[in-house]
């Protein structure tokens, strides 16, 4: 198991190092045209830091802002002010950092530009609000616990926020924004991404109110009606061009498993559902393909959800890699990773998890029954006491996660 696991290194980490946003922003800028006046440069993300360092590279900036979570700045910018905030819920930074942003562009005139960079995390990291903080706090934590998925997350989250659903956007103009995105969402939806601070929202009222529906949203008199708020219906001032995605991480994932030596097949690159279901059911993928005998590997790139039903430690990644190790079990030359881009798996300090043919029973000689760790939502704990953990640390990147299946014959060297 010691080749798979070295595969599996190789895998994930030259696909992340590929998905490093420093090429890719400075290619979206070959278009970048400033305006006649000031230019300002605004990013924000889990990848901001990153993207705003290769953006200084090509532009000119007088001045602006980084937005990024805790421990993702990597030193000074020049020129750029830089705020860390709360991640995957707002705080009080979060909003101190979208009310900075909204100071820089206010009054902006024709001919200013705002240079935008934006990644996957600003949902949280760049919040202001009507609602109080702790308020605000508390209906995401409630939409982030329920089974919602992304995009039903983004829809309520959008509407009580004054910086989401295009609002940002329109607080720019008149001035021009030059918006360059690394995609975090599945199908690069403009409006989804980060909640869509500078794109027009392609939802309706009925949806959002649908979601609060669907799960039985406890909203206060307030909340229920800034749903309603109407969003910018255009945002004629505002050029967006993606960067970076998912589907481009998992293609990066096939060319390195070609080049190990595995047939590599994308079996998607918009995996959602919960990732308990997602993590056997690409486990058992990879026992039916296996019989023909030739080194598999077997990729899928996307968000799945957990549903928490327990008080233990994890994230949706580690939970996918955990619930596949009782199908591969006792089955060799085969294994299964899940990791974040980003570096970061839930509110934990890993990346993902790893298992393979003898983790299940390696659990079992410690005492550990992996089903009584998933009704926890303890994955983290148990992954660490097999060995399973990846820890990459913040990667500077964010194009949502990677997961692959493998099999290399055990007859084969």
């Known amino acids: 198991m010691k080749n798979l696991r070295r595969h599996a290194e190789q895998i994930y980490g ?4 590929r998905a490093l946003p420093d090429a890719a922003v400075r290619e979206a ?18 990848a901001a830091w990153r993207m705003a360092s290769a953006a200084l590279e090509a532009v000119d900036a007088d001045g602006g802002l980084v937005v990024t979570k805790y421990g993702h700045s990597q030193g000074p910018l020049s020129g750029l002010e830089i705020l860390e905030a709360g991640h995957p819920v707002a705080d009080a930074a979060s909003f101190a950092a979208a009310e900075r942003a909204l100071a820089l562009v206010r009054g902006l005139k024709e001919g200013d530009t ?4 934006l990644s996957g995390g600003g949902s949280a990291l760049f919040e202001s609000s009507d609602l109080s903080l702790e308020e605000f706090r508390e209906v995401n934590r409630r939409l982030l616990v329920c089974g919602a998925d992304i995009q039903e997350i983004n829809r309520v989250r959008k509407r009580l926020s004054n910086v989401k659903g295009g609002r940002f956007g329109a607080a720019c103009a008149p001035a021009r924004v030059f918006s ?10 403009l409006d989804m991404i980060a909640s869509g601070p500078a794109a027009v929202d392609a939802s309706t009222l009925e949806e959002t109110l649908a979601v609060a529906e669907k799960y039985a949203l406890k909203l206060s008199p307030q909340a229920r009606a800034l749903l309603t708020r109407p969003l910018p219906a255009a945002l004629p001032h505002v050029e967006s061009h993606i960067c970076g995605s998912v589907s481009q991480l998992c293609q990066t994932a096939a060319e390195v498993c070609r080049e190990l030596g595995y047939e590599a097949r994308i079996l998607t690159d918009q995996a959602a559902g919960e990732a308990r279901e997602t993590g056997e059911a690409l486990a058992q993928s990879l026992l039916r393909e296996r019989e023909a005998g030739k080194p598999l590997a077997l990729i899928l790139g996307g968000e799945t959800v957990v549903k928490l039903t327990g008080g233990g430690k994890g994230g949706r990644n580690q939970e996918l890699a955990l619930a596949a190790a009782p199908i591969l079990a006792e089955t060799e ?15 934990t300090d890993a990346a993902g998890g790893y298992v393979d043919g003898g983790t299940r029973d390696a ?3 410690l005492g550990v ?8 939502n303890d994955s983290y704990h148990a992954l660490k006491r097999a060995g399973g953990l990846i820890v990459t640390g913040p990667t500077g990147t964010n194009v949502n996660d990677l997961s692959a299946a493998l099999f290399w014959p055990p007859d084969m060297p």
């Open 14 to 17: 030259e696909a992340i190092r």
């Open 29 to 46: 800028l070959r278009d970048f045209r400033p305006g006649s006046g000031r230019t300002l440069l605004i990013a924000v993300g889990k």
């Open 114 to 117: 705002v240079l935008f960079l």
């Open 180 to 189: 360059v995105i690394l995609s975090d969402v599945l199908g690069d939806r």
């Open 333 to 347: 030359g085969t294994a299964l990773f899940s990791v974040g881009s980003d570096g970061t798996d839930g509110p």
């Open 363 to 365: 659990l079992r000689d």
């Open 369 to 376: 029954e992996i089903p009584a760790v998933l009704a926890e």
